[in-house]
């Protein structure tokens, strides 16, 4: 189920899009195989804290967010992973995990791992983890105005 907030917003920009149903997983990892799409261009949201406040980090279903790096890139002091309860009430059409990269609809920055930035298209959960959707990263970025750089450890 695309979330409604996405949808409504890629239609009303024009943006082509398609939605790619698979089998229900869990990881990112897993729903990229299940989808048949590179694990580089699964595009996976993490939640974390940048000095209390919420943001996205926004990584290849291959990688793992690098708080450091992170913390540099934001220039945060603070930087931590967030807890499910901190972040749940604020995607409540969302399955656990499966939030689309679209802080910018929630008061939120969004930071986006430089390789999936050089990718041609990204695809995402958006509100469940039996469907992804897949755009061109061109559209998603000028969309959300993520900030880009090293955050991923390979």
Same mark, same amino acid.
């Given at each position: 189920m695309l979330q409604a907030q996405v @949808?409504?917003?890629?239609?009303? @920009?024009?943006? *082509?899009?398609?939605?790619?149903p698979h089998e229900r997983h869990v990881t990112a990892q897993q729903i990229a $195989? $299940? &989808? %048949?799409?590179? !694990? &580089?261009?699964?595009a996976k949201t993490v939640m974390v804290k940048l000095d209390g406040e919420l943001a996205m980090a926004v990584l *290849?279903?291959?990688? @793992?967010? %690098?708080? !450091?790096?992170? @913390?540099q890139l934001s220039g945060a002091n603070e930087v931590a992973l967030a807890s499910e309860p901190e972040f749940r009430d604020r995607f409540p059409e969302c399955e656990p995990g499966a939030m689309a990269p679209f802080g910018n609809l929630f008061g939120m920055r969004v930071f986006v791992a430089d390789d999936l930035a050089r990718d041609g298209t990204i695809a995402f959960n958006c509100g469940d983890h039996r469907e992804l959707v897949q755009l061109a990263y061109r559209d998603f970025e000028r969309l959300v105005g993520p900030k880009v750089g090293d955050i991923a450890i390979h």
């Open positions: @949808r409504n917003l890629l239609d009303q @920009r024009s943006i *082509p899009y398609r939605t790619i $195989a $299940a &989808a %048949h799409i590179p !694990g &580089a261009e699964m *290849p279903a291959t990688e @793992r967010v %690098h708080l !450091g790096r992170l @913390r």
